[in-house]
C-alpha cells in the first residue's frame, strides 16, 4: 500500500528521513501517526524510528538534544521543529509491568515493530508513503479490530498500561477487540494495579471522550479492569449502568470526570476525595465541583442567574452537555441567552473596586471591606442597582455606616 497526499507534518519531517537514509541507515515513521493517515483521521505529530544508534544520529545532524537517549530517543532539531528519532529496539523482561528492564538496540525493523501494543500500531511508513505491515495491521485497521502484536498475554505482562490503551482504542476508533485480546485483559486485569494513577487516569479520560465510550466502557467492565482502579470497586453497578448509557458525547476532561460523579452518585461532600484519589488537578476538582452543582440544578429545573453567574458560561456548557446525556437539557441557545442577559458575568466588570472603596469611601481593608463588595456585587446581579459606580459608592457609604 501507498499513501498519497502525506500530510504536511510528513513532508516537513521528509529532510530528516532523507539525512539518516543518506548516511547509510534506514528511517520510517511508526507509530499513532501512520494508523491515523491511513484511517483519514489528524495527525498532530510523527515519530521516527530507525536503524541508526543515537551517537550515529547525534554525528549526522548538527542539532540534537538527549530527550530519552537510555531508550534510544534523541530529538533531531531542522528548520525549528524537533523530531523524535528513536532507533529499533529489543526489550528485555518488564519486573514493573511498565518499563523494560533492558532495552538493546538492534538493526532490525521487524524486531523493532514486534515488541509494539496492537497490530494497527505496529505499521511503518516510507518517506515515500509506502506502508510496511508485518502483523496484518492493514487488515485489522479494515475490519476495525484492535489486536496485539504476538501473544497478548506478553504484551500486557510487559506494560500493563496497554489493557487500558487497548479499551481506549476501542472507544477512539469505535473498533472491537479481537477473542485473544480480549480473553488476555480479563486475565491480567490486576495487573493494573502496577501502573501509576496519573497513567490510568489519561487513558480513562480518552476512553470517555472517544467516539464510542459505550464500547470501551463495556470491555472496561467484563475485563475488571475498574476494580483495580481508585474508588471504582465501591460502585460497580453504579458503572455497569454507565456502561449501558447510550450517546455519550463529551467534550472536554471536565465533563467525562462530571459524568462519572453524576451516574456514581458521588455526594458534593466526597467529590473531591474522590477525583484526588485519580491524581487530579485541583482545577479540574474546582470545575467538576462547579459543573456537578449546574448539572443538578438543571435537572432540577431549580437553575437561577446567581448559579449562572457563579458557574460561568463554559461550565454551564458542560453540565447541560451532560443533561443532554439524559434528554433533560436546557436548549442551548436559551441557556446562552440567558447567561447573557446577566448584568455582569464576573466581579471584573463590577465598575467599583476594594481599592475606591478604601480610597474614597474610607472604608479599612478586611472582612467588612469583603462584606460589603460582595453585596454590591450580588446588588448588581440581581438588578436591584445598575453598575454605575456614583450609585455604588453611594451604597457602599451607607453599608459601612451599619455596619459600623
Not at 74 to 98: A, K, N, P
Not at 346 to 358: A, D, R
Request: with cysteine; proline share 2%.
Amino acid at each position: 500500500m501507498i499513501v498519497s497526499n502525506l500530510a504536511d507534518e510528513f513532508l516537513k519531517a521528509e529532510p530528516v528521513i532523507k539525512s539518516i537514509e543518506e548516511a547509510g541507515f534506514e528511517a520510517y515513521f511508526v507509530g499513532g501517526s501512520v494508523r491515523d493517515t491511513i484511517l483519514g483521521l489528524p495527525i498532530h505529530d510523527v515519530d521516527i524510528a530507525t536503524s541508526a544508534y543515537p551517537e550515529e544520529i547525534k554525528e549526522i545532524f548538527n542539532k540534537t538534544v538527549d530527550t530519552g537517549i537510555q531508550h534510544g530517543t534523541v530529538m533531531v532539531l531542522d528548520h525549528g521543529e524537533g523530531y523524535e528519532i528513536t532507533t529499533f529496539r529489543t526489550e528485555s523482561t518488564y519486573q514493573d509491568f511498565r518499563r523494560p528492564d533492558h532495552v538493546e538496540f538492534v538493526r532490525s525493523l521487524e524486531e523493532d515493530l514486534k515488541r509494539r501494543d496492537f497490530t494497527i500500531n505496529a505499521l511503518a511508513m516510507t518517506h515515500e508513503g509506502r506502508i510496511i505491515d508485518l502483523f496484518d495491521g492493514l487488515q485489522d485497521l479494515e475490519n476495525h479490530i484492535i489486536r496485539a502484536v504476538g501473544e497478548a498475554d506478553e504484551r500486557f505482562n510487559e506494560d500493563a498500561l496497554r489493557m487500558m490503551r487497548a479499551i481506549r482504542f476501542a472507544s477512539q476508533l469505535d473498533f472491537s477487540i479481537e477473542e485473544k485480546t480480549t480473553i488476555a485483559l480479563k486475565k491480567h486485569a490486576s495487573l493494573l494495579k502496577k501502573i501509576a494513577i496519573e497513567r490510568i487516569h489519561i487513558e480513562f479520560v480518552k476512553l470517555l471522550l472517544g467516539k464510542n465510550p459505550k464500547t470501551g466502557l463495556q470491555h472496561f467492565m467484563t475485563a475488571d479492569l475498574a476494580r483495580y482502579c481508585p474508588e471504582f470497586d465501591n460502585y460497580m453497578s453504579e458503572l455497569t449502568n454507565m456502561a449501558n448509557l447510550d450517546s455519550i458525547k463529551l467534550s472536554s476532561e471536565a465533563a467525562a470526570w462530571s459524568l462519572v460523579i453524576h451516574v456514581l452518585k458521588v455526594s458534593e461532600s466526597d467529590i473531591n476525595h474522590f477525583l484526588v484519589a485519580w491524581k487530579s488537578s485541583n482545577e479540574l476538582i474546582s470545575n467538576v465541583q462547579a459543573v456537578i452543582r449546574a448539572l443538578n440544578s438543571i435537572l432540577d429545573k431549580t437553575i437561577d442567574r446567581e448559579l449562572m453567574y457563579e458557574t460561568g458560561l463554559e461550565l454551564l456548557l458542560t453540565a447541560n452537555e451532560i443533561a443532554t446525556i439524559f434528554n433533560r437539557n436546557i436548549p442551548i441557545e436559551i441557556l446562552e441567552s440567558d447567561y447573557e442577559q446577566l448584568p455582569i458575568k464576573s466581579k471584573k466588570e463590577m465598575l467599583v473596586n476594594g481599592g475606591q472603596l478604601i480610597k474614597e469611601v474610607g472604608i479599612q481593608p478586611g472582612e467588612k471591606l469583603g462584606r460589603i463588595l460582595a453585596t454590591l456585587e450580588h446588588q448588581v446581579l440581581m438588578e436591584k442597582i445598575p453598575n454605575e459606580s456614583t450609585q455604588l459608592l453611594k451604597l457602599a457609604e451607607r453599608l459601612a455606616s451599619k455596619l459600623d
